[in-house]
């Protein structure tokens, strides 16, 4: 493919909301580790007052607003946060759900790799988590009635894949995180730090919790 159909494909993907990273397209996020190919994409953004973003841990391109400041730009910003608010609760449920299952603690972060019966089994063996397990899939809108812990686990995992928060991998239930996270950090620490945006929900085990360690 060439470099302007590369380019092309780059703005598109930008344009529509997708985090590019290795995990979801690893040939544009190359595309966008090449200095040329990201000044070529940031002097097209700027055509259109926008930027291209990148999350603090590096593993992440996404679209931005160039002024963040302005009145449009700030409106369109608080209505994301808004929409972000309503799904925010079951996505912290469950990383710290996740965290529990685990001997490391510390955050799901982009490349990590997740393992479907490995996670079950963990469930399964604790009743607590299980109650946690019900939990997220209520809190995420995915709860089917009569699903046992596979079929609710399931139901989380294709749901992360939808939404672009993990990447299907293999011929087996694994799964890699997306740097959709890396971003999802990034915008927490920014709620966190405007007082003036509304309150994100805390699930039990607080937020403090997910970023421990």
Not at 7 to 33: N, W
Not at 76 to 97: D, N, P, T, Y
Request: hydrophobic share 40%; glycine share 8%; aromatic share 8%.
């Amino acid at each position: 493919m060439s470099d302007k159909s590369r380019f092309g494909e780059c703005v598109r993907a930008l344009l529509s909301g997708k985090v590019i990273c290795q995990e979801t397209d690893e040939i544009l996020f190359q595309y966008l580790e090449d200095e040329l190919h990201k000044s070529d994409i940031r002097d097209f953004l700027a055509r259109l007052d926008l930027t291209l973003g990148q999350t603090r841990d590096r593993a992440g391109y996404f679209c931005a607003y160039a002024d963040p400041e302005d009145k449009a730009a700030k409106r369109a910003i608080r209505s994301q946060f808004e929409r972000l608010l309503k799904e925010m609760e079951g996505l912290v449920a469950w990383l710290i759900l996740l965290r529990s299952t685990q001997d490391d603690s510390r955050p799901l972060k982009a490349g990590d790799l997740l393992r479907e019966a490995e996670l079950l089994e963990a469930i399964e063996a604790s009743p607590e988590l299980q109650k946690r397990l019900e939990d997220v899939v209520h809190h995420l809108g995915v709860l089917r009635s009569g699903q046992n812990a596979k079929g609710m686990l399931n139901s989380i995992l294709k749901h992360l894949v939808k939404h672009d928060y993990l990447k299907e991998v293999g011929a087996g239930s694994h799964y890699r995180a997306t740097a959709k996270w890396s971003l999802l950090y990034d915008q927490l620490e920014f709620i966190r730090q405007h007082e003036d945006m509304p309150e994100a929900p805390a699930p039990e085990g607080g937020q403090g919790e997910l970023f421990d360690g």
